[in-house]
């Protein structure tokens, strides 16, 4: 499945960012709970199966979006709102944008709704062009702070100079 829906997230990807941008689920599977993961690069240390998705630009910077919620579930995480606001998903939040994105609205509409992981991919869609980007860019403001890294980088591939 994920292997179809990476291909039509590329598909809808601006050409101004291929080849920059790409989507990845990072897998981990310790045998036991007890012993450290079989990926060294993993945070994980307490679950048998966990699941990552993050965007890599430029080949060098990971940012991460999602982690399976077995993840957060020990005392000193963030809150659901503070997750929200930080820009850190479950994965099935990640699935579920996905599936909005690419089967149920309209870009119009991608645009103006209010999950956050939805309005990513919007940003990131071939299909919007420079004077959309211009407007976002001033209406920056209303949106997280995470998100402002996308639209920049948006901006950037496409020539735009970025409002502060």
């Known amino acids: 499945m994920w292997?179809?829906?990476?291909?039509?997230?590329?598909?809808?990807?601006?050409?101004?960012l291929k080849g920059r941008v790409f989507y990845d689920f990072e897998y981990c599977r310790p045998h036991y709970r007890t012993e450290p993961p079989a990926n060294p690069r993993c945070h994980c240390v307490f679950c048998s199966y966990n699941r990552f998705f993050r965007i890599v630009i430029d080949k060098k910077e990971k940012i991460m979006?999602?982690?399976?919620?077995?993840?957060?579930?020990?005392?000193?995480?963030?809150?659901?709102?503070?997750?929200?606001?930080?820009?850190?998903?479950?994965?099935?939040d990640v699935a579920e944008a996905m599936h909005?994105?690419?089967?149920?609205?309209?870009?119009?509409?991608?645009?103006?709704?209010?999950?956050?992981?939805?309005?990513?991919?919007?940003?990131?869609?071939?299909?919007?062009?420079?004077r959309t980007l211009i407007k976002i860019n001033r209406e920056k403001e209303n949106k997280p702070q995470w998100l402002w890294r996308f639209l920049e980088l948006r901006l950037e591939a496409e020539n735009i100079e970025s409002v502060s």
């Not at 292997?3 to 101004?16: D, G, I, Q, V």
């Not at 690419?102 to 990131?124: G, K």
């Open 3 to 16: 292997s179809k829906t990476r291909k039509a997230m590329y598909e809808r990807l601006a050409p101004s």
């Open 65 to 92: 979006i999602a982690n399976s919620d077995v993840y957060y579930k020990s005392e000193g995480y963030p809150t659901e709102e503070e997750k929200r606001r930080k820009g850190l998903f479950e994965i099935k």
């Open 100 to 130: 909005l994105y690419l089967n149920v609205y309209s870009i119009e509409e991608c645009l103006t709704w209010e999950n956050p992981l939805v309005y990513l991919f919007a940003i990131l869609d071939r299909r919007v062009g420079k």
